[in-house]
């Protein structure tokens, strides 16, 4: 299974960001080149991650601060926002 974490998620945006950088140089192989578009879309989808990990964070920030962190942490977990090893 691929690793799913924002560590991951850095490691493909640099990797598009080298893509990119290798475009302007000619001995870099096809493998080693991205187009714009795809860096594009690469960014716009790991905006979308980020903003998935914050909820989480928020959610985690709640059961944490709530009078009954047993009955939100419940409610986080039965709604997917949090599976039972985020915190």
Not at 65 to 85: K, Y
């Amino acid at each position: 299974m691929k690793q799913i974490s924002i560590d991951a998620l850095n490691v493909h945006l640099f990797e598009a960001i080298e893509g990119l950088k290798n475009n302007n140089d000619p001995k870099a192989s096809p493998n080693e080149r991205m187009n714009i578009e795809t860096a594009r879309a690469i960014a716009d989808l790991g905006k979308v991650v980020i903003e998935g990990y914050k909820v989480k964070a928020q959610v985690l920030n709640m059961v944490r601060n709530a009078e009954n962190p047993v009955i939100t942490r419940s409610l986080a977990e039965t709604t997917g926002i949090i599976n039972q090893t985020s915190a």
